[in-house]
């Protein structure tokens, strides 16, 4: 079963880190964030993805292309005879990665709509490549299969930008720093039926437009309603918080060993 991440976008509220690389590279405690993303599919036995590229994907390529001598000790014999062994092996052994060009200016329908060649003729997942969150993919995918839909998004609460202050006159009762908000929004981590793609017109059509609005009309889309752990990288901010929780050794998003 394949997994789709869309990779292209521009990154504009990111751009002290996105000015010169794409948003999905982005390190989280040294790693790309898309690599955290991946980990967490692998975990539940998803290897096999797409990569929609688009703003800078040359990078995304470069990045798997020199994964194994990047993450592998290796002994290269110079000359006209030249060979190169890997001592060892890394954790992402089992990863098949399809990096497609989806286009510079492709909108998120678009993207999926040009990746639809890659695909298999069964249900996939689709999420994007600035997220992390600790959803049980496998139980997700279960829920899916049981609602009998064409799609199913996953439902989160988005985290809380400012302190919460319950008071009475002067003085403060209660103080919550970055509650969760109240109401539910897009997360992302989607199940599809490929037969979604067919609502797509062309590279212009953003996904989370017409064809989500589409399904729902057609009572097609459910919601996987995931009360844990989720959270963007839009911005800087949220970067640094990412950064701040993987070095605490309490990533809640890292389900892998």
Known sequence: MKTVILCGGLGTRLREETEYRPKPMVDVGGRPILWHIMKSYAHYGFCDFVLCLGYRGNMIKEYFLNYEAMNNDFTICLGSKSKLYFNGTHKEQDFRITLVDTGQDTMTGGRLRRV??????????????????????????????????????????????????????????????????????????????????????????????????????????????????????????????????????????????
């Open 116 to 257: 639809r060649q890659f695909m298999d003729d069964e249900e996939f997942f689709l999420t994007y490549g600035d997220g992390v969150a600790d959803i049980d993919i496998r139980a997700l995918l279960e829920f899916h299969r049981g609602q009998k839909v064409l799609a199913t998004v996953t439902s989160v609460r988005p985290p809380g930008r400012f302190g919460a202050l319950v008071t009475e006159g002067s003085r403060v009762l209660t103080f919550q720093e970055k509650p969760a908000g109240n109401g539910w929004i897009n997360g992302g981590f989607f199940v599809l039926s490929p037969s979604v793609i067919d609502l797509i017109d062309g590279d212009h059509t953003v996904w989370e437009g017409e064809p989500l609005e589409r399904l729902a009309r057609q009572g097609q889309l459910a919601a996987y309603a995931h009360e844990g752990f989720w959270h963007p990288m839009d911005t800087l901010r949220d970067k640094n918080q990412l950064d701040e929780l993987w070095k605490s050794g309490k990533a809640p998003w890292k389900v892998w060993e």
